[in-house]
């Protein structure tokens, strides 16, 4: 039990600060010099004669003997100062991480009038920068983004994962509210639910819009009035609104207008009132390798004790070297975690990594360089090999390696690889799991929290796509009849038209019929007329029966014309 508890220590066995080990390689080059000088001074024994020299050097036996005694505590003490500050490790230790910070909700109006260019680039472009500034100020804070237009939207949950809600600013846009208007007090209310539903003792309200309060919202807002709500307001707008400021103050909260510089932020932040007495809970547990640096500076003590003995400049040199060095690693025990690095060089183990690294810190180095084939063919830890596989987005054997694992960080790193597949229900499933195994995983909950509002909005679309395509097929319907309409109208007017035409014919014919009839009518006539007139030629001249032919002729003729 002893031996395997012996080997699990040195199987661990790493330096958490290795660089500092190179300096041994300078206290090598210094001795190098140092018996080089040493050898230079005494090269007076070569010229002088042997029996004089001595007696001239006789007197600094002592004086030598002291002096190399006290250069080798310099020396076991510097060896050891090093070590200590290379910071050797053999095992882990979780650590509980205490939050007595106040958490923000941020509400981020997407109105139409945010699109306004008044304030370059535009209101809301503008408006997002100045979350991503105060997200940059208030690091130590945990955050909540919120959406508003008629009513609000939770968009990310209450989460330190800053890069979640910086990633996700950019497709903020009105188009993707499902409704349209300005309502601040329904922000108010929605926020007293988010501090309901995370058993929130206090929180910070950020509203940030740029339209006035309206008279209802005075109303409502004074009816949910939460003194652990503290609320401040931010103005997107050049004019100073007053509305808002009024409206601040029901809760003696915070107005400032957007500036151009971070005084704005500032002032919200630095005037917020100071809640974090109402909250100081256990969040989450991590696990940090422990540097065992410190045990080893136990034994400068005696050292240092001898130097003082000795020469006491040497140990206020030494003593002062000390706690620069040791301060600056020992105090901040973020030095003491593993941190990503933002480097995208390529990397390669030099001999000395090989030595001072086991087979799991090469894979984490190359792991951070974006070699991901290099990680996976080092880490030896299965969560570790398939988070490389996930990286190198060879998700089928993520799921191999996890699926085989029940513990909740491996569930959890299986709903990540799900969900980067877009496997979203499954993703769900695993993450549902992870908490049933570790209820106060905060990044499981966040995470099956985002994909829940995925595939919520992922619905609303197929909703929207499908009325989308019934409205596409009510109109391609409606144009369809329409044609058919179009094409029995021109077919009714085609036929007017053509009986309209054959109706102009028939009358065209029967005029001319009716003006030949008269054409031979008139010829008749004529015809009966000169037969007339050499009938009366040949009648005896008697005034009387001429006058009365002429008369009936003339008669005739009229009945004819007319």
């Known amino acids: 039990m002893i031996f395997n508890k012996i ?189 309901k539903d995370n058993n929130l003792d206090a929180a910070n309200l950020l509203i940030i819009t740029s339209k006035g309060a309206t008279a209802s919202d005075f109303t409502d807002i004074k009816n949910l009035k939460n003194d652990k709500l503290n609320l401040s307001i931010l103005s997107i707008n050049k004019n100073e609104q007053i509305s808002l400021k009024d409206l601040a103050k029901i809760n003696n909260g915070i107005y400032s207008n957007i500036t151009n510089n971070d005084s704005d932020i500032n002032y919200i932040s630095n005037n917020s009132k100071n809640l974090s007495d109402y909250k100081l809970k256990n969040k989450d547990i991590i696990t940090i390798w422990q540097d065992s640096g410190i045990y080893i500076t136990l034994l400068l003590i005696p050292i240092g004790f001898m130097l003082l003995k000795r020469n006491m400049l040497n140990v206020i040199a030494f003593t002062c070297l000390y706690n620069i060095l040791t301060l600056s690693n020992f105090i901040n025990p973020s030095n003491n975690l593993y941190a990503n690095s933002d480097k995208n060089l390529e990397y ?72 980067l597949q877009h496997k979203f229900q499954d993703a769900i499933n695993a993450y549902s799991k992870a908490l049933e195994k570790q209820p106060n995983f905060s990044d499981a909950r966040v995470n099956k929290k985002i994909i829940e509002n995925i595939l919520d909005k992922q619905k609303q679309q197929d909703q929207k796509d499908q009325k989308d395509q019934k409205d596409q097929k009510d109109q391609k319907d409606q144009k369809d009849q329409k044609d058919q309409k179009d094409q029995k109208d021109q077919k009714d007017q085609k036929d007017q038209k053509d009986q309209k035409d054959h109706t102009k014919e028939q009358e065209k014919k029967s005029n001319l019929d009716k003006q030949e009839q008269q054409q031979k009518a008139l010829e008749k006539s004529i015809e009966q007329r000169k037969k007339t007139n050499a009938t009366l030629r040949q009648l005896p001249d008697n005034p009387e029966i001429f006058l009365k032919n002429k008369l009936r002729y003339e008669h005739w003729k009229r009945q004819h014309e007319n």
């Open 7 to 195: 080997n699990e220590l040195f199987t661990n066995f790493h330096f958490i600060r290795s660089e500092w080990l190179y300096c041994y390689v300078i206290i090598i080059v210094l001795l190098f010099f140092t018996s080089i000088l040493k050898k230079n001074k005494n090269s007076w024994a070569n010229i002088i004669d042997k029996k004089l020299y001595k007696k001239l050097t006789q007197k600094n036996k002592i004086t030598k003997k002291s002096l190399l005694s006290t250069n080798s505590i310099i020396f076991t003490f510097l060896v050891l100062i090093i070590l200590a500050l290379a910071g050797p490790s053999f095992y882990k230790q979780d650590v509980k991480i205490y939050q007595n910070q106040t958490p923000w909700i941020i509400a981020l109006d997407l109105s139409d009038d945010m699109l306004k260019k008044d304030i370059a680039p535009s209101r809301l472009k503008r408006a997002k920068f100045k979350i991503k500034d105060f997200l940059n100020k208030n690091s130590d804070n945990s955050f909540a983004l919120i959406t508003f237009t008629k009513n609000a939207y939770d968009i990310i949950p209450l989460t330190n994962d800053f890069k979640t809600i910086n990633h996700i600013l950019s497709s903020l846009e009105p188009e993707i509210m499902p409704e349209f208007g300005h309502n601040i007090s329904s922000v108010v209310k929605h926020s007293n639910k988010i501090m």
């Open 348 to 419: 390669s183990p030099s001999l000395t990594d090989k030595i001072l690294y086991n087979n799991n810190q090469i894979a984490k180095k190359y792991l951070d360089n974006k070699n991901f084939k290099g990680a996976v063919n080092l880490f030896e830890h299965d969560n570790w090999k398939a988070f490389a596989y996930i990286k190198d987005k060879n998700y089928k054997e993520a799921d191999k390696i996890l699926s085989k694992h029940q513990d909740a960080t491996s569930l959890y790193n299986y709903g990540n690889s799900l969900a």
